[in-house]
């Protein structure tokens, strides 16, 4: 958005996207952050100014407290949005731009003040979407981080022993999927990483793309990892999804698993700059269909491919542009995209392969350097 626009934020850096984005560094609690005519302010509590001033010194940092006094001063009520009605009256502004997901009943009060409250429709930071060199090397390190959980995730399951039921059994007890998936956590945080929610789905529940798994793994059948951890020190995400059986796949995994990487090679083909994400979307779905995987409704569940071929990747593990049927988004040079296709079917398992990519003038480059193998 244009610097000459005047922006207000109110909400925590950990979870916020835009704020972190626009502060550079971590705090837990809601904060205040203005930008007048290009400059930005931040106000703090006294916990986290001194900090504020030596990791966002392109932010000019604001004592709340003292804010508080200001108005105490002048017998006024020191809400949150009598600080903020303060900052703007002293700057002359009376009109102010603010996020979607701007707390409403802040937008309401402060409009009690007589301040104009306009929410940004194209979003406040529309260039959060275009990643400079910097930022592809902060998700590289945080793609870095989920290849080396994967790795480790990967190397128990061909550590792990078959059961004559064939249940998987590793360091002599049975492998579950929580078991897994902190094997793989573990790893994670050990290379800087948050990772959160991580998909060790077998069997059937793999049919559920966001399913997490739980229970005993088995070997011959499919098991679906997507790892997507946040780096503890950027807040970039990376994102990477494996289908790996331990054992013997069948014919019928095998042929959908070849089906996914020819379908994941055919989104490769068509995105560059000025490509529709829906038409690269439309691409694997129409590969597949051709190869006689429908999708739609069976005995009330949906089967085949169903969810979207790929998302942004950034400061959020899902932001613009989309890879989807619905999706209006035309890719550009310098947006981070997944490429993640897949096919589920109940009576066969899941399968479910993701890169990520980097567009550019001559088409992308993909991020990831993990392998696909299938059989561990």
Excluded: W
């Amino acid at each position: 958005m244009s610097d000459s626009e005047n922006v207000l934020i109110v909400a925590d850096s950990e979870h916020d996207a835009n704020m972190l984005y626009a502060v550079g560094m971590f705090v837990p609690d809601p904060f205040i952050y203005l930008r007048v005519g290009g400059q930005c302010h931040i106000v703090l509590s006294d916990l986290e100014i001194d900090r504020a001033r030596k990791q966002a010194r392109h932010c000019r940092a604001i004592s709340y407290s003292q804010c508080v006094e200001k108005l105490r001063g002048g017998s006024k009520q020191a809400t949150l949005a009598a600080v903020i009605s303060l900052l703007l009256r002293e700057r002359k502004i009376r009109k102010i731009f603010v996020p979607a997901n701007f707390p409403h009943g802040l937008a309401r009060e402060l409009r009690n003040y007589k301040i104009k409250v306009r929410v940004k429709k194209d979003g406040i930071f529309p260039e959060r979407q275009f990643k400079n060199a910097d930022e592809v090397k902060k998700i590289s390190a945080a793609l870095m981080m989920a290849e080396v959980g994967l790795a480790e995730g990967i190397q128990a399951l061909k550590t792990a022993k078959v059961a004559r039921n064939r249940t998987l059994v590793y360091h002599g007890v049975p492998l579950t999927s929580e078991k897994l998936r902190s094997i793989i956590d573990i790893a994670i945080i050990q290379a800087g990483g948050l990772a959160s929610h991580t998909i060790v789905a077998g069997g059937r529940q793999g049919c559920d793309p966001h399913e997490q798994g739980h229970g005993v793994l088995r070997a011959h059948e499919p098991i679906i990892l997507d790892v997507f951890p946040r780096s503890q020190k950027t807040g970039y995400f990376g994102d990477i999804t494996r289908t790996v059986v331990k054992g013997k796949a069948s014919a019928e995994v095998r042929r959908m698993y070849e089906t996914v990487a020819r379908g994941q090679e055919i989104a490769f083909g068509k995105i560059r700059g000025a490509a529709r994400g829906a038409d690269i979307h439309q691409a694997v779905q129409s590969f597949f269909e051709g190869e006689g995987y429908k999708t739609g409704k069976k005995n009330g569940r949906m089967q085949g491919f169903f969810h979207g071929t790929g998302h942004g990747l950034g400061m959020e593990i899902h932001e613009g542009p989309r890879l989807s049927l619905n999706s209006s988004d035309v890719l550009q040079t310098g947006q981070v995209v997944t490429v993640e296709p897949g096919l589920y079917f109940p009576q066969i398992g899941g399968v479910r392969l993701e890169d990520v990519v980097v567009v550019n003038g001559q088409g992308f480059r993909n991020l990831t350097k993990f392998e696909k193998i299938l059989e561990v």
